[in-house]
């Protein structure tokens, strides 16, 4: 039987990223994706994810301050750009941005408070309702071409890589270590096994051989099909003049008669919009599904129709019709916190939330020092038992 010390099921950003950092240090590890690494199905593929400081929760910002250098890294490693600095704007009253100004002072990162109507002189491409938060060293980071980079780094320091290998289930093995089993009977054996699994988790989790009172103690996940849109700019423009955004606003719900809290998120399309685009989405407006395994990647018109009029309304840089759309996966967590959590041999890795691609070259050194036992996370990423 085949076997490696450690193995790693999901090759998004998260199993990628831990599967380079092991086998860089000297690690045997084997990475097995179902599918291909940061295939259309799962939450990694796309040139274009939001690199921001702003946190409200100040382990988080500082977070960031430590994924930024590992970003530098990979990319001199690699010989790719996969960072664009273009700066990041947040507002809106439930954005809170003097809040988000204050963590941002206490973590070292620069920023600026600009006040309403100079946003409106500076950033004429956007229609801004409050004051903004600033982030200049903000910008992009290409998810895809960082899962490329770390399975070829991983490869390159000796992991094996097995694409289309679907593990059925991890089961204990007769002496030591995990039996890791596929859809097709193949078996590999492991001392170590992390789960980075993405929006299959809550499918798969069941099957890893995990204590009873661990799997209690995991909080609900909730996998949504998000949609993302992407809107054309108006000639003068293009990717580099447009920082990122956050807008989180109220705004009145006619059918359930109240207001309803809505986070918008927009930045540059990059090489996927053929870098001639905005790429705009309603945070959490996707529809709930069981798992992974039942999404149809349709998109919801009335989800296309919501975005259209808010880009008419907050957008006038951009032409407000869509010339391309797709469908993505968020994990989600109750408190948005990510779980990084080693039970005997199994650390489960669930990084998601819409929010973990920043983190992504990070969250495999901080996953592979929970799985080696060299190194620790911070108290939210723990499950409490
Ligand atoms: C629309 C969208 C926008 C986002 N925007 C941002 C942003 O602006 N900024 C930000 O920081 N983050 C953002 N994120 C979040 C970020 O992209 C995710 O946190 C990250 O991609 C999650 O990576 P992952 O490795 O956990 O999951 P995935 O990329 O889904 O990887 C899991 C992998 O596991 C494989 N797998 C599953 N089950 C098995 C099995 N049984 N056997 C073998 N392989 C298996 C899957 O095929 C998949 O390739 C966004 C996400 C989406 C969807």
Not at 85 to 90: C, S, Y
Not at 226 to 246: G, K, N, R
Not at 300 to 321: F, I, K, L
Not at 334 to 339: C, K, L, R
Request: net charge negative; aromatic share 8%.
């Amino acid at each position: 039987m085949e076997s490696s010390k450690y193995v790693v099921i999901g090759a998004g950003l998260m199993g990628s990223s831990t599967a380079w950092h092991l086998a860089s240090g000297g690690q045997e590890v084997t990475l097995l994706e179902r599918d291909v690494p940061a295939g259309a199905f799962g939450s990694s593929h796309g040139s274009s994810r939001i690199f921001r400081y702003a946190y409200p929760n100040e382990t988080y910002a500082r977070l960031v301050k430590e994924a930024a250098p590992l970003w530098s890294q990979l990319e001199r490693e690699s010989e790719r750009t996969l960072f664009q600095q273009v700066g990041a704007l947040d507002f809106g009253a439930e954005r809170n941005p003097t809040h988000l100004s204050e963590v941002l002072d206490r973590v070292g990162i620069e920023h600026r408070l600009v006040e309403v109507e100079e946003a409106r002189e500076r950033w004429p491409q956007y229609a801004f309702d409050t004051d903004v938060m600033w982030q200049p060293t903000a910008g992009v980071v290409d998810a895809e071409g960082a899962v490329d980079a770390m399975v070829t780094l991983a490869a390159k320091a000796g992991a094996q890589v097995h694409t289309h290998w679907e593990v059925a289930e991890v089961v204990e093995a007769p002496t030591t270590g995990y039996i890791v089993r596929s859809t097709e009977g193949r078996e590999i054996h492991a001392a170590e096994v992390i789960v980075a699994a993405g929006g299959w988790l809550p499918n798969i989790l069941r099957r890893l051989s995990l204590p009873k009172g661990f799997l209690d103690a995991l909080p609900t996940f909730e996998v949504r099909q998000e949609q993302v849109f992407h809107f054309p700019y108006e000639e003068v423009l293009d990717d580099a003049d447009w920082p990122t955004l956050i807008h989180m606003f109220r705004e009145g719900d006619a059918l359930r008669g109240d207001e309803t809290k809505r986070a918008i998120y927009a930045l540059p399309g990059g090489r996927n919009a053929e870098n001639r685009g905005l790429k705009v989405a309603l945070h959490n407006g996707g529809k709930v599904l069981p798992s992974a395994a039942q999404q149809d990647g349709k998109v919801d018109p009335r989800n296309r129709d919501w975005v259209t009029r808010y880009v008419e309304r907050y957008v006038p840089g951009v032409v407000p019709e869509p010339y391309a759309e797709a469908t993505c996966l968020f994990t989600n967590t109750p408190t948005e916190d990510f779980i990084i959590e080693r039970v005997d041999g199994i650390t489960v890795v669930s990084t998601c939330s819409g929010h973990g691609a920043k983190f992504g070259p990070l969250i495999g050194l901080l996953a592979s020092g929970v799985a080696t036992g060299n190194g620790s996370v911070p108290q939210e990423f723990r499950v409490p038992r």
